[in-house]
Each structure stands twice: as structure tokens, then as C-alpha cells.
């Protein structure tokens, strides 16, 4: 079974930084992206950020380039987001995810981040998520 485990969260002050992990296991890295996504309570999800399991290609929104670095260890599965300058809209639950993107190449974490279209993800999988509060 596909496991993921999102962890690294926590309460940090405006300008501060966090290391998120996120552990995964029951599937072929290279099949997969891994991405991240936040939720704001009461809002809809965002995604940020994704790397791909083949090629080790990446992709971030724009909103947080220069902030946010995702990466790798593929023989660990361990995806991580560093953050930076973290701000007080940056609170929010900070979720892990797989997809398995029907065409490979470079605009396939376009499409895990944004999973659009739907007829390209073949499969998803959600970790639970670990919070994330940035204090002013």
C-alpha cells in the first residue's frame, strides 16, 4: 500500500524557516511525482510544488519561487520542503501527494500541481498533512 507521511511542521515567527519531510513508501519512485499542496482552513487546496520520481525535474508556483526549494533523496522517498521567509499567509496544512501523470516530460509536474487535466492523472494518493503557523 501506498504510505505517505508528511512531517516537519510547526509554529515559527515571520521571516522563519521550516524543513518539511515527507516519507513515502509502496510504490516505484520513478512512476511518481511528488508534490505539496497546503490547505487553509476554510479554503480550497493550493499546490506549490513538485518533483519528479523519473527525471527529477521540478516545478513551483510562482508565489513562492525564491522562498520554497523542493527535493529528493529517491532512495530514501523522502521528498522535503525547505521554506523560507516564511510570512503569515503561508499558514496553513502542508499535504503531501503522488500522481501518476499519463504523459511523462516536462510539463508533468504542471499537471500534478495543478492536476490538470483530469484525464491525465491516472492515479492520486494524499498524505494526511502536518501544520504549519507562521506568527506575526
Known amino acids: 500500500d501506498v504510505q505517505l507521511q508528511a512531517s516537519g511542521g510547526g509554529e515559527v515567527q515571520v521571516g522563519g524557516s521550516l524543513r518539511l519531510s515527507c516519507a513515502a513508501s509502496?510504490?516505484?519512485?520513478?512512476?511518481?511525482?511528488i508534490s505539496w499542496f497546503r490547505r487553509v482552513s476554510g479554503k480550497g487546496r493550493e499546490g506549490l510544488a513538485c518533483i519528479s520520481g523519473s527525471g527529477g525535474d521540478t516545478y513551483s508556483i510562482y508565489s513562492i519561487q525564491g522562498r520554497f526549494t523542493i527535493s529528493s533523496d529517491s532512495s530514501k522517498k523522502v521528498v522535503d520542503l525547505q521554506m523560507n521567509d516564511l510570512k503569515p499567509e503561508d499558514t496553513a496544512q502542508y499535504i503531501c501527494?503522488?500522481?501518476?501523470?499519463?504523459?511523462?516530460?516536462?510539463?508533468?509536474?504542471?499537471?500534478?500541481?495543478?492536476?490538470?487535466?483530469?484525464?491525465?492523472?491516472?492515479?492520486?494518493?494524499w498524505g494526511q498533512g502536518t501544520q504549519v503557523t507562521v506568527s506575526s
Open positions: 501527494a503522488l500522481h501518476r501523470i499519463k504523459t511523462k516530460g516536462k510539463n508533468e509536474c504542471i499537471m500534478a500541481v495543478t492536476t490538470w487535466p483530469p484525464g491525465q492523472i491516472l492515479e492520486d494518493y
Open positions: 509502496g510504490f516505484t519512485f520513478d512512476d511518481y511525482t
